[in-house]
């Protein structure tokens, strides 16, 4: 791809501002030394401050915003070309820098670096909020706007075709789909170079999605979700959970469509303890029954690993 010749030099424009509001980014203690925060405190804490135990990278990259798409009547995509240098893992996040924003974003990529690698480009979706950084990518940001990111987290799957499969479960509520979304394209990506290479690089296990929204059209990026899981119906499969549509659903929907929350009776079809490895990003009281039910039912909780959002 073709890099904007800023992409080369322009970071060093880029002064670190003062860390502000964002998301919360844990995961369960198992051989992790990331420690669990306090979820009751009254004061909110920014992006920077609340993921500083986190792994970063060192580098900060500029980018571009080259494509926008409303992803909902909420939600926003936004499509930037990176530096050549950029990279990152399957659930992983940015910080994000805004010129003349003083506040510091956090979101996580909504793409698989299979993208990355092909395009040279990666996705972030945001939902409409008065965050500075949210507001921002609704209000202002246009293609051709200029940013700084770098890359973080601690969140990611990324194995190696020596690894031994395993089972992936991946439970997201409303916008905590977009690493978990990540993870599933990596997934199709490695099933792809498998099936080119007559099954000699990845040991694949299944991957199933639980995904739950307001409504059917708060479920992002439902279409390319069910086109995956239809391209390899023995590997990817999912559902979809409605809390609060009265609507009918569309037919081509359904099939995939449950109403009401994620259930116990789902979970325990999907774990394996032997073999399940859960990956869960979502509201904190979602997050905490469901990493609740899957230990009750027999889940290590060093195979379950999740970020809460804010």
């Known amino acids: 791809m073709s890099v904007p010749c800023?992409?080369?030099s322009a970071a060093r424009g880029f002064i670190l501002p003062c860390p502000a509001a964002g998301l919360?980014?844990?995961?369960?203690?198992?051989?992790?030394?990331?420690?669990?925060?306090?979820?009751?405190?009254?004061r909110q804490m920014d992006h920077l401050e609340r993921t500083a135990s986190n792994s970063?990278?060192?580098?900060?990259?500029?980018?571009?915003?080259?494509?926008?798409?409303?992803?909902?009547?909420?939600?926003?995509?936004?499509?930037?070309?990176?530096?050549?240098?950029?990279?990152?893992?399957?659930?992983?996040?940015?910080?994000?820098?805004?010129?003349?924003?003083?506040t510091v974003g956090g979101f996580s990529m909504c793409s698989s670096p299979g993208l990355l690698q092909r395009e040279g480009v990666i996705e972030l979706a945001a939902k409409y909020t008065k965050h500075p950084p949210a507001h921002w990518i609704h209000k202002t940001c246009t293609v051709g706007s200029r940013v700084a990111m770098r890359v973080g987290g601690d969140f990611f799957f990324d194995p190696s075709p020596s690894d031994p499969s395993v089972d992936l479960l991946l439970v997201?509520?409303?916008?905590?789909?977009?690493?978990?979304?990540?993870?599933?394209?990596?997934?199709?990506?490695?099933?792809?170079l498998n099936h080119a290479s007559g099954g000699r690089d990845y040991n694949i296990g299944s991957t199933h999605l639980c995904y739950s929204a307001k409504n059917t059209q708060e479920l992002l990026?439902?279409?390319?979700?069910?086109?995956?899981?239809?391209?390899?119906?023995?590997?990817?499969?999912?559902?979809?959970?409605?809390?609060?549509?009265?609507?009918?659903?569309?037919?081509?929907?359904?099939?995939?469509?449950?109403?009401?929350?994620i259930t116990e009776a789902e979970l325990r079809t999907r774990v394996d303890p032997q073999r399940t490895l859960c990956y869960l990003c979502g509201p904190p009281p979602m997050i905490e029954a469901i990493s609740k039910t899957l230990m009750e039912l027999g889940l290590p909780k060093d195979r379950i690993i999740f970020e809460k959002w804010w």
């Not at 391209?231 to 995939?256: A, E, G, M, R």
């Open 56 to 102: 970063r990278q060192n580098a900060l990259y500029p980018a571009e915003v080259c494509g926008i798409i409303n992803e909902s009547e909420t939600v926003k995509r936004l499509r930037i070309a990176v530096h050549p240098d950029f990279s990152f893992k399957a659930g992983q996040w940015v910080d994000f820098f805004i010129p003349g924003v003083e």
């Open 24 to 42: 919360l980014r844990s995961r369960l203690l198992g051989t992790s030394s990331i420690k669990r925060r306090n979820m009751t405190s009254k």
């Open 221 to 261: 990026f439902k279409s390319s979700i069910m086109e995956a899981c239809r391209q390899f119906p023995d590997k990817l499969s999912c559902d979809f959970y409605i809390t609060q549509q009265s609507t009918n659903v569309d037919p081509h929907l359904q099939p995939f469509v449950n109403r009401g929350r």
């Open 172 to 192: 997201a509520g409303g916008v905590g789909i977009n690493p978990l979304y990540s993870i599933l394209l990596h997934m199709a990506d490695l099933l792809h």
């Open 6 to 8: 800023f992409l080369v």
